[in-house]
């Protein structure tokens, strides 16, 4: 071949991966395009075009449509593909070509392109079988040298897989949305089947089958369509031969069986031939569960039945297994709900024909009791009196309890029988209440009975009237500490209506629909007693519905509730033969004063402390101490809510215990860290706080923790036991128990608690005694030796990392620029774990070593490559051979001249991001040990250069305790130099952020263009100079505070930044796009008018109440000057220090001075003029002059005279001085010139009050030219 024929063939198909060699090696004289030198200038430079594309390009040249075509439209051409390169497009593609002739047919003849945006259909021989394909084409015409239409070039975009996948997905959409609204299993089956049958394209056919296990059959459930009935018998039984093979497929995931020809009845739309193939997979509700059922389901003869098909596959049994889920789990719920029903049934039927068995026994118990009561009134001693009326008290209270089941119970069963008698409904009402009003009175309350005079008689039944009327009173008392209870019945609208309000704790809005159900109780409420069974409103509700009436309620949280009944007059809406009837029923009224009495059961007692008997205050640094018994007799402490229960228990302990007994759980706990008992009784359901709740607190509390607790709780059961024993109780009571049971727990608890005690201090006395051995032993030689070997361990480990690093050794590997790899050295194999033969000979290319993540990099860096014949190294990952990853770092070169090849140096980063890791955990270690330094340091130092005791200053203090320990904005306002950080670093120190990070940020002092940077931080490039990616402020105090110092400042554009910050907790760095959450407090302060600012239009009006959460306001010097005197001292002792001086006093002139005068400079100023005065005064005592002409010497502000000590300031400081030196100098010479003038030119005396030697005196005399010359 001629060398220069050679040359341009080799130019022509230049690069091109294997389609560019191909064409090279090609024979083009046997075909009608003739040798590569003839072809026209187009055709040879829309072949590079073409070659050199990533996408499907095909050239069809000439009136034959001969074929030229890259590597990726060999995918298009399939089987037939590298055998198609120059044949005609009409042999090729003969399938296609109804579709494809036409369209190439007028793009060469009339030159106009064609675009197909629509996803076509075809069907291509390309895998072995006959494919179904989709693909988008567009067709452009190509000039020839002439300028005619020399050939068709063809853009394939392959849209098969896409198509595919999105049938697939709305298949499943569609099952799921059918199969979520079934609600039992035979409806599951049904949809399911329906669903597969309208997606035939995706399920040819579908056959579902329910697996019955113990029956080791399968029945047919489900068809999507009708077929073959030998295709779906109606039962498979496991144990014969069937062509689905059920047994088989319980062990494989998708078994696929071969049909032949027995789906030849089934057809696909749009497709030519039937099913050949099906899969069997089992339905399981739960993974490795036994099966539910099986979907048979045919095989697309289209489609290749990979591992995307048989997850399409598997998808749908998980789809169906959970709509099966569904359908059983509904079933079971209504079983439930019917089991439910049945046992509340049962349970109305039991109580309402036990109110014999119920009733007669407590007759039995009441009876007796009254006459014991009364016959040995004169017989028994007080102590056993009061033991009779408080088993008869709570006896008529189990009667008012088992009274009020039974009759809910015949309300439920519709055996109630009521009364109704026309009543003077207002002398009824007022009778009940007055019942109430002694322990209403006796508790503090104001109760007021307003009953109106009616026109005319209500139909009610007495006894439930008056059970309505005592129930409504009793909650009211139960719930209300001061204020009034109100009583009023009135006249309304043909009705007459109760109303019953108080100024109680109130009701919250979420439980105001509830407080009629039975049993419901509100967690947490503050009341007078946690007894109750939580069916006393909805018995009310249930008494009122019985007179035709209805009840309501009104309530706020702290400011009371108001509960009203209504009744409608006249008898229309009662039942005519209950009114003015006979009673067949046993009577269950209980009078209104057994709730009264109760009532008063719940106001403290002579032994309890209670609301209104208060423990002495505990001082928060009162010692944590031993339990000091009483005398000889250790202190017990019992804390119940019921008076009976805590009379009785002090009965039993008194004998030979102290007991102290409180009503609630708050108070028990103030109790025990006053009075630090012997042993605690604690019961488990009380207000304010339950026993749960005090055990937590008491084991919280290291002084308390080693004090036994034993709960009284009237829940038996070995649950309920073991729950308090895993709460921290050393014991678990139930009610009832026996005296000797109580007895003798409660010996047993002490003894126990005395020897932990006494072996607790005998080994910290232990330990005391060796860790003042191991001090005596450590001297600063063994620090020393220490200090040296952790260092050298330091250097050794900073030696095996740099070793580890610099023992790396840099992979190499040649690939041309399609991406096939052609060579590679020993290094890079060992790296990746493949063989020279798995990367060279198998023609890997490099998309099968990188992640698909890591692949748009790479296409980066070969475009950089191309365009400048080498690429910036970079981090990626590559995939070894076992599937892991490993890190590198890579850049490469153009290798061959041409730019065929090029050459990549790996380095393997394994062991450098391992060695990083260790560094980032030093370094975190290092952080960690830092905080707690820092919180050691923070915890004795909280408000340590806060100083004054001012009113103002105590009114900031004060706000700070109750600020610190939340998470809200606090907005600090004051005037320059009031200390705005400090108070913002006191608040961090007390928050529970105190560990993290506190970010102070002076926004006046930051450039107005770079506080958004320095706030949120910046990406790489994102403004000239953003050399790399930068932390904000923000990010880098996440979990601690933030303070935003003079917030004034900031510009509208950051303003709506820091303003969604405090919205959302969220910001994007400055050039960034990506949303970054932190947990971060906002404290931020101004010396501004910022109110003023927002009337202006100067600051964001929204963005000043985000800020606005906490105000604290720091007053200025002038306005708390009896703090001056400690800020004084503080500033002396402070920077006396520093000057290496010590001063004994401040004469009184000097306070005096100091305190007259107003600071304008506030806090700072003070600070300033203290420092000064520690370097000029010589002596050691300041005194008022000095003070005085220091002031006076201020560059700005007003002049100040020495009142205080009756002479003129001296003008010395207004003069300005070359050095420090110099004013120095100044300023001793007229202060010992004045000290020689008061003491009448005597040396002596002179240097005495200076407190320095006359020898000392003479050369400060000398040197600074004193005169000596007395005054006239």
């Known amino acids: ?129 006959l494919e179904e394909c989709y693909f988008a084409f567009s067709y452009s015409p190509i000039p020839d040298d002439n300028g005619k239409i020399g050939g068709v070039l063809t853009n394939a975009l392959d849209m098969t897989e896409r198509v595919i996948e999105d049938r697939r997905r709305q298949v499943l959409r569609d099952l799921a949305s059918r199969t979520a609204e079934a609600r039992y299993e035979e409806e599951v089956w049904r949809v399911s089947a329906d669903t597969l049958g309208q997606n035939r394209s995706s399920a040819p056919f579908a056959f579902l089958y329910e697996y019955r296990p113990g029956e080791r059959k399968a029945c047919l459930t489900g068809v999507s369509t009708e077929t073959n009935v030998a295709l779906h018998p109606a039962v498979i039984d496991s144990t014969s031969e069937s062509i689905w093979r059920t047994q088989a497929a319980l062990a494989n995931d998708c078994l696929v069986v071969d049909l032949g020809e027995r789906a030849s009845g089934v057809s696909i739309p749009g497709w030519p031939t039937p099913p050949r193939k099906a899969t069997v997979l089992p339905i399981r509700l739960r993974e490795h569960s036994e099966a539910a059922g099986f979907l048979v389901m045919g095989i697309h003869p289209g489609r290749a039945f990979d591992e995307s098909y048989r997850q399409f596959v598997r998808r749908i049994a998980e789809q169906i297994a959970i709509g099966l889920a569904s359908a059983r789990a509904y079933e079971q719920e209504r079983q439930r709900a019917e089991a439910l029903a049945e046992i509340d049934r049962a349970k109305t039927a039991f109580f309402s024909n036990v109110s014999h068995e119920f009733r007669t026994p407590l007759a039995l118990m009441l009876g007796p009791l009254e006459e014991v009561s009364e016959d040995a009134r004169g017989q028994l001693s007080p102590d056993q009196h009061e033991q009779l009326v408080t088993v008869r008290r709570n006896a008529l209270r189990l009667l008012k309890l088992v009274n009020t089941l039974l009759d809910f119970s015949r309300i439920e069963a519709g055996r109630v029988q009521a009364v109704y008698e026309p009543t003077d409904l207002g002398r009824v009402t007022a009778e009940i209440a007055s019942v109430f009003r002694s322990a209403m009175e006796n508790a503090g309350l104001h109760f007021a009975v307003e009953c109106e005079l009616l026109a005319e008689p209500v139909y009610v039944d007495h006894d439930m009237w008056e059970k309505v009327v005592s129930n409504l009173l009793s909650n009211a008392f139960k719930f209300t500490f001061k204020g009034t209870v109100t009583v009023t019945l009135k006249s309304v609208a043909g009705t007459v209506e109760l109303q019953v309000r108080d100024t109680g704790v109130g009701i919250p809005e979420d439980q105001l629909k509830r407080v009629f159900e039975r049993f419901h109780r509100i967690e947490g409420m503050h009341a007078r007693t946690y007894e109750g069974t939580g069916i006393g409103l909805a018995f009310v509700q249930e008494l009122v519905k019985l007179h035709g009436g209805d009840v309501r309620v009104e309530s706020a949280v702290g400011q009371g509730s108001t509960f009203s009944v209504t009744i409608p007059f006249g008898t229309a809406h009662l039942p005519t033969e209950r009114i003015q009837a006979s009673r067949s029923l046993t009577s269950t009224g209980i009078r209104a004063d057994v709730y009264a009495d109760e009532a008063h059961r719940w106001l403290p007692d002579e032994w309890c402390t209670g609301e209104d008997t208060m423990l002495p205050r505990i001082s928060p640094q009162m010692p944590s101490a031993k339990p000091q018994p009483v005398g000889n007799r250790e202190l017990i402490l019992v804390a119940d809510d019921n008076a009976d229960m805590r009379q009785y228990l002090r009965h039993l302990l008194a004998s ?58 009237a829940r038996a059961g070995e649950e309920s036991r073991i729950e308090g024993l895993q709460a921290g109780a050393d014991d678990y009571l139930v009610k009832p128990f026996t005296a000797r049971e109580l007895l003798a727990r409660v010996e047993a608890h002490l003894k126990m608690a005395n020897l932990r005690r006494d072996t607790a201090e005998r080994e910290e006395r232990l330990r005391m005694e060796a860790e003042l051995e191991r001090q005596k032993l450590r001297t600063s030689q063994e620090l020393l030796v220490e200090t040296s070997r952790l260092y050298r361990e330091l250097q050794e480990r900073e030696a095996k990392i740099r070793r580890l690093v610099d023992a790396d050794v840099v992979g190499i590997c040649l690939w041309d620029l399609d991406g096939q790899l052609i060579e590679a050295n020993d290094s890079f194999l060992g790296m990746l774990q493949y063989t020279r033969e798995d990367l060279v000979s198998d023609g890997m290319r490099w998309t099968d070593l990188t992640p698909e993540e890591w692949r748009n990099r790479d296409e980066r860096a070969m475009a950089q490559l191309k365009a400048t014949a080498t690429f910036q190294p970079f981090e990626k990952e590559y995939v070894r051979k076992d599937g892991s990853r490993v890190p590198v770092l890579i850049g490469g070169a153009l290798f061959q001249a041409d730019g065929s090849e090029g050459v990549a140096f790996v380095l393997d980063l394994t062991e450098q991001k391992r060695a990083e890791a260790e560094i980032r955990e030093l370094k975190d270690q290092l952080y960690r040990e830092n905080m707690a330094l820092r919180e050691e340091v923070d915890r004795t130092s909280m408000f340590e250069e806060i100083i004054g005791s001012s009113q103002a200053l105590n009114i900031v203090l004060s706000r700070i305790a ?303 030219d004193v005169e000596m010359r007395p005054e006239g």
Not at 68 to 92: F, I, M, Q, W
Not at 1137 to 1143: E, L, N, P, Q, W
Not at 1213 to 1241: C, P, Q, T, V
Request: glycine content about 8%; charged content about 25%.
């Open 1 to 129: 071949m001629d060398p220069t024929n050679t040359q341009l063939t080799e130019s022509v198909f230049a690069g091109g991966g294997k389609m560019g060699a191909r064409m090279r090696a090609f024979d083009w004289t046997t075909t009608v395009l003739g040798p590569v030198e003839q072809w026209p200038q187009s055709l040879r430079a829309c072949v590079r075009i073409v070659l050199g594309a990533g996408h499907p390009m095909l050239i069809s040249w000439g009136s034959d449509y001969t074929m030229l075509y890259n590597d990726a439209y060999g995918v298009v051409v399939g089987t037939k593909h590298p055998g198609a390169l120059g044949r005609s497009c009409r042999e090729v593609l003969a399938e296609a070509w109804d579709f494809i002739g036409p369209r190439f047919d007028t793009v060469f003849t009339e030159g106009q392109p064609i675009s197909t945006l629509t996803h076509q259909m075809f069907t291509f021989h390309r895998n072995n079988y």
């Open 656 to 713: 030979r215990y102290e007991v102290h007994a409180v009503a609630d759980g708050s108070h028990a706990l103030e109790a025990t860290r006053l009075l630090q008992p012997a042993l605690r009784l604690v019961d488990v359901m009380m207000p304010r706080m339950d026993g749960f709740g005090v055990l937590r607190a008491i084991r919280d509390d290291a002084g308390l923790a080693s004090i036994p607790v034993i709960l009284l709780s």
């Open 962 to 1264: 109750k600020v610190a320990p939340t998470d809200s904005t606090v907005f600090i306002a004051g005037e320059t130099g009031t200390g705005k950080e400090l108070i913002a670093r006191a608040v961090h120190k007390r928050s529970r952020r105190s560990g993290r990070a506190f970010v102070s940020v002076n926004c006046a002092a930051l450039a107005p263009t770079l506080i958004s940077s320095e706030l949120f931080g910046h990406e790489r490039g994102a403004f000239t100079g953003a050399t790399q990616r930068r932390l904000g402020r923000f990010e880098l105090a996440d979990g601690g505070t933030i303070f935003l110092d003079e917030v004034g400042e900031l510009l509208p554009q950051t303003q709506v930044a820091l303003l969604r910050i405090l919205q959302e907790r969220e910001f994007e760095r400055v050039g960034g796009t990506q949303s970054i959450r932190v947990d971060v407090r906002i404290i931020a302060a101004t010396n501004r008018d910022l109110k003023a600012a927002v009337a202006n239009g100067k600051f964001r009006e929204d963005l000043f109440y985000r800020l606005n959460v906490f105000p604290i306001e720091i007053p200025p010097l002038r306005e708390r000057k009896d703090d001056i005197l400690m800020l004084v001292e503080y500033f002396v002792r402070r920077y006396a220090t520093r000057a290496g001086k010590t001063f004994s006093s401040i004469d009184k002139k000097t306070l005096n001075l100091l305190q007259a005068y107003d600071w304008p400079g506030n806090i700072r100023e003070l600070r300033n003029l203290i420092e000064r005065l520690m370097i000029m005064v010589p002596g050691h005592v300041i005194e008022a002059s000095q003070a005085a002409m220091s002031i006076q010497g201020r560059a700005a502000g007003p002049s100040v005279s020495s009142n205080a000590g009756g002479q003129t300031a001296s003008p010395l400081f207004a003069k300005a001085y070359d050095s420090l030196r110099d004013a120095r100098n100044a300023f001793e010479k007229e202060y010992i010139g004045r000290k020689l003038r008061e003491h009448h030119w005597n040396i002596s005396r002179t240097a005495e009050d200076l407190q320095i030697e006359r020898s000392h005196l003479h050369r400060k005399i000398k040197l600074l």
